[in-house]
């Protein structure tokens, strides 16, 4: 059974830290692209960042570019999402998702597997 399991999130003060996990199971996970993605009430789901695990490249949307890291780790099949200085408006649910292939990076359409959120809140 394909499963992607977030975890990490949680409240924040403004200019704290959450280090997100993407634990997965049921595929492949060194031949898919994990990408993070956020949804913020009653906003479209936003791309942050996403990995292409089978050479390691990374991409990040220009509002966390410098505060966000991503990383896997394939003997784990797990994939994280580091944030640091986080500021209010990076509240929302965040989503790990997973295709294999090399696709169009953050287009959240282009991702067929999808876990169910975790909550971030950031507090000013």
């Known amino acids: 059974e394909v499963q992607l399991v977030e975890s990490g999130g949680g409240l924040v003060q403004a200019g704290g830290s959450l280090r997100l996990s993407c634990q997965t199971s049921g595929f492949s996970f060194e031949d898919h692209m994990i990408g993070w993605f956020r949804q913020a009430p009653g906003k479209e789901r936003e791309g942050v960042s996403c990995i292409r695990n089978i050479d390691g490249l990374t991409t990040y949307a220009d509002s966390v570019k410098g505060r966000f890291t991503i990383s896997s780790d394939d003997a784990k099949y797990t994939a994280y999402l580091q944030m640091d200085s986080l500021k209010p408006e990076d509240t929302a649910v965040y989503y790990c998702?997973?295709?294999?292939?090399?696709?169009?990076?953050?287009?959240?359409?282009?991702?067929?597997?999808w876990g169910k959120g975790t909550q971030v809140t950031v507090s000013s």
């Open positions: 998702a997973a295709r294999k292939g090399v696709g169009p990076t953050l287009g959240a359409s282009w991702y067929d597997l």
